[in-house]
């Protein structure tokens, strides 16, 4: 039986980041409503045959819901789907929105790893950015998951953040290799449409570091956490050994998932869905249907095979040719042969006999690649 992985959004927050572009709300008064429509949709979905392997409960903050809240929501999905045995459960936690009642709750309802949103330990950046939490209040938050028996957890840093240096980027990673968590996230800071920074850029006022400083970063970040005993096996993602994130590399790897909540995406089948991406939208639609999906695709195979290789090509490791035939009857040399070719010739990947991955030069230059994949 094929298995299907599960995510669950939450898009509560008590304060919207800077740099935020994520589908995420700060109106608590919606949480009630928003739950029972997201409790009702969990239901509707219970006739999924399929064992979930991996629940990622995502936001937002996930955290910002009440011991009561977050129980009901994870009573819902015991009692709606059939659970794999080795399953991974996340939920992000943000600091100051975690407490040791909270935490019990979590773990007593089979969560078993977490992800801390941190993105820097320097307190003026922190404030830049809009963050609610201060170094100290991770550091408690951290050591209170610890003591609560969680042995999973990621934590995200950002880098290129406004007026932020190489050597307080890489202070940031110290503080953090002194903790040792189970696996790192280290983004690029992205400026989005909609946010705090693109207003702010738009007006000329956002002073970003260079794209040589933001590079060094980077660079910086894959040597000392591969020093630091952790393995750089995504793009942008960091693990100790065994320690992976099987519900992120469920998408790398081109599997199936299915997602719960306002704007959350599906992909089943070979049909690409997606629900209501407002609030009250969504809270209507399930109220009317039981469901909120606001529109259906069926991906085409040449699609499909775009989508397979970019995403396959963010693992470092690169995309298995074995699966790609396996999933398509078709040999990936012969299918992109002239695109390997180009971008083999630029440095920019290595296509070997099993595997197609990019090199170092590729991880920086990775959009690039990507896009010749396109059909």
Not at 73 to 89: G, K, Y
Not at 203 to 220: I, N
Not at 265 to 285: C, P, Q, T, W
């Amino acid at each position: 039986m094929d298995t299907l992985a599960l995510y669950i959004h939450i898009p509560f927050c008590i304060k919207r980041c800077a740099y935020c572009d994520f589908n995420s709300y700060t109106e608590l008064e919606y949480v009630p409503s928003y739950l029972d429509s997201l409790k009702r949709e969990i239901s509707f979905y219970s006739n999924i045959e399929r064992k979930i392997s991996s629940i990622y409960i995502g936001g937002g903050t996930p955290t910002v819901l009440n011991e009561k809240e977050l129980s009901s929501i994870i009573d819902a999905i015991h009692r709606a789907f059939n659970l794999s045995s080795d399953l991974e459960f996340t939920v992000e936690a943000n600091p100051e929105t975690v407490t040791k009642e909270k935490l019990e709750v979590l773990r007593e309802g089979g969560v078993n790893r977490l992800s801390l949103g941190l993105q820097s330990f320097n307190e003026e950046l922190l404030k830049v950015i809009g963050r609610i939490h201060n170094a100290e209040g991770f550091l408690k938050n951290f050591f209170m998951a610890r003591e609560a028996g969680f042995n999973n957890i990621n934590v995200d840093l950002i880098f290129g953040l406004p007026q932020q240096r190489v050597e307080d980027f890489l202070n940031s990673l110290r503080k953090l290799l002194d903790l040792s968590p189970e696996h790192v996230s280290c983004y690029s800071l992205s400026v989005e449409e909609g946010t705090k920074f693109y207003e702010l850029k738009e007006k000329g006022l956002l002073f970003l570091p260079s794209e040589d400083e933001e590079r060094m970063m980077y660079h910086a970040a894959r040597s000392i956490l591969e020093e630091g005993g952790y393995s750089h096996y995504e793009i942008s993602n960091f693990a100790k050994s065994g320690r992976e994130c099987k519900h992120n590399l469920v998408y790398w790897t081109y599997g199936e998932y299915l997602g719960l909540g306002a704007g959350a995406h599906s992909f089943m089948d070979g049909v690409r869905f997606y629900n209501a991406y407002g609030l009250k939208d969504y809270i209507e639609k399930v109220k009317a249907k039981g469901e909120a999906v606001e529109s259906r695709e069926r991906i085409s195979e040449p699609e499909q095979q775009a989508e397979f290789v970019i995403l396959g090509l963010r693992l470092i490791k690169g995309v298995d040719k074995a699966k790609f035939y396996e999933r398509f009857r078709k040999d990936m040399d012969l299918v992109y042969g002239e695109v390997l070719e180009k971008l083999e010739e630029k440095g920019l990947i290595v296509n070997g006999k099993e595997y197609v991955k990019l090199t170092k030069k590729g991880l920086d230059l990775a959009n690039e690649v990507f896009v010749e994949f396109l059909p």
